[in-house]
């Protein structure tokens, strides 16, 4: 999968809930301390960020309503053709 | 049953009298408040509507703590907020109590011995939302940053807090009144603190729901700290026509409070 494509993804999940600017951030941050850099991910890694930005979701919206958005999140890699 | 359309309703009413108090002020003796909206009939809406919505503010943070699972970082905050909240509710209701019987509010009263135990529990809750946020791993500012934020407002709060307060103690009252009116504008400014730094954790959140939630809650503090400082004020100078205003404050303020919460409640499920 393209780094761009799984941030801009998971930009779209998020947003609603923690505004464009904080979506992106938050998963540019993540992919950064998970080491992603530009260019293709796999499958596994993509599932790495979405487990981390899931455990910074808990502490605001409680550990169920931020399970909810990883599963949304998963969707989206899903249709990027990336789920593991 | 959905509480969404009674707090609609009580918000509504009390922004009405929020307005209806501004108007008030500005337009003096005039006869719509000499004969209609007099200062009996603003001070009991008033009353039940602050009451009512401290109360759901109350409701609604309790909530967002149990609904949150044990060993969150942020329930330890919402249930010190809650709390806090329970104490406002509590001295409100002796104080609306005594709003809606005499059309009068009574100062000191037991319920600023109420109000004075919020806040320091206010106070612990901001400064827990705080350290609960930055361990997220959100990128919502380093602890520097907040260390910089902090000791600028407390440098600000210094600079200010003389020219502030020095009129109140010069002000005749007993040492009850003066205490209280140092002690409320005193927590606010310490209240600042932690609200400037929660400021810049929320607004990197602007266009999403945690923000909408955030930016209710910070104003409705906000607007309680105004609303202490005016108090505190009129009330020293014998500037009771300006009393509308401070009722306006918290009205505002309150509404902002019990719909932040509301919001927060939602977020969390």
Same mark, same amino acid.
């Given at each position: 999968?393209e780094?761009?494509?799984v941030i801009?993804a998971m930009t779209?999940?998020?947003?609603?809930?923690?505004?464009e #600017?904080m979506?992106?951030?938050s998963?540019?941050a993540?992919g950064?301390k998970?080491a992603l850099?530009?260019?293709?991910?796999t499958?596994?890694?993509?599932?790495?960020l979405?487990g981390?930005?899931? #455990?910074?979701?808990?502490v605001?919206?409680g550990r169920?309503r931020?399970?909810?958005?990883?599963?949304?999140?998963?969707g989206?890699?899903?249709?990027l053709?990336?789920a593991p | 049953?959905?509480d969404?359309?009674?707090l +609609?309703?009580v918000a509504?009413?009390?922004?009405?009298?929020?307005?209806?108090y501004?108007?008030?002020t500005a337009?003096?003796?005039?006869?719509?408040?000499?004969?209609?909206l007099t200062?009996?009939?603003l001070?009991?809406?008033?009353?039940?509507c602050?009451l %009512? +919505?401290? %109360?759901?503010?109350?409701v609604?943070?309790?909530?967002t703590?149990r609904?949150?699972e $044990?060993g969150?970082?942020?329930?330890s905050?919402?249930?010190?907020?809650a709390?806090?909240l329970?104490?406002?509710?509590?001295?409100?209701?002796?104080?609306?109590?005594?709003?809606?019987v005499?059309?009068?509010?009574?100062f000191?009263? $037991?319920?600023d011995a109420l109000?004075?135990a %919020?806040y320091?529990l +206010?106070?612990a809750?901001?400064?827990?939302f705080?350290r609960?946020?930055r361990?997220?791993g959100l990128p919502?500012?380093?602890l /520097?940053?907040?260390l910089?934020?902090?000791?600028?407002?407390l440098v600000?709060g210094?600079?200010?807090?003389g020219p502030?307060l020095r009129?109140v103690l010069?002000a005749?009252?007993?040492?009850?009144?003066h205490?209280l009116?140092v002690?409320?504008?005193?927590?606010d400014?310490?209240l600042?603190i $932690?609200?400037?730094?929660?400021?810049?954790i929320a607004?990197?959140f602007?266009?999403?729901?945690?923000?909408?939630a /955030?930016?209710?809650l910070?104003?409705g503090?906000?607007g309680?700290c105004?609303g202490?400082?005016l108090f505190?004020w009129?009330?020293m100078?014998?500037?009771?026509?300006?009393d509308p205003l401070v009722?306006?404050?918290?009205l505002?303020?309150?509404a902002?409070? %019990?719909?932040?919460t509301?919001l927060?409640?939602?977020?969390?499920?």
């Open positions: 999968m780094y761009d494509a801009a779209r999940v998020l947003a609603p809930v923690l505004g #600017s979506a992106r951030a998963a540019q993540h950064a998970l850099t530009n260019g293709r991910i499958a596994e890694q993509a599932d790495a979405v981390k930005l899931n #455990s910074g979701l808990i605001f919206v169920e931020a399970a909810g958005l990883a599963e949304q999140m998963r989206a890699l899903e249709a053709g990336g | 049953m959905s969404r359309r009674p +609609l309703v509504t009413a009390a922004l009405v009298l929020a307005a209806l501004v108007g008030r337009a003096g003796d005039v006869s719509l408040y000499r004969d209609f200062d009996a009939t001070v009991r809406g008033a009353a039940v602050k %009512a +919505l401290l %109360a759901f503010a109350c609604h943070a309790t909530q703590f609904r949150l $044990p969150n970082d942020a329930r905050p919402w249930l010190l907020l709390l806090a329970g104490g406002f509710t509590l001295g409100q209701s002796i104080l609306s109590g005594h709003q809606l005499f059309a009068k509010s009574p000191p009263s $037991p319920a109000f004075i %919020a320091p +206010l106070l809750a901001f400064v827990r705080g609960a946020y361990r997220s919502v500012g380093k /520097w940053q907040h910089a934020i902090a000791a600028s407002v600000a210094a600079l200010v807090a502030l009129p010069a005749p009252g007993t040492r009850l009144e205490a009116n002690a409320y504008p005193a927590f400014l310490a600042l $932690p609200l400037a730094i929660l400021v810049r607004w990197p602007r266009g999403g729901a945690i923000f909408r /955030w930016a209710l910070l104003a503090t906000v309680m105004a202490d400082l505190a009129f009330s100078m014998d500037a009771s026509h300006l009722h306006g404050s918290y505002v303020a309150y902002c409070l %019990a719909w932040g509301r927060h409640r939602d977020l969390v499920g």
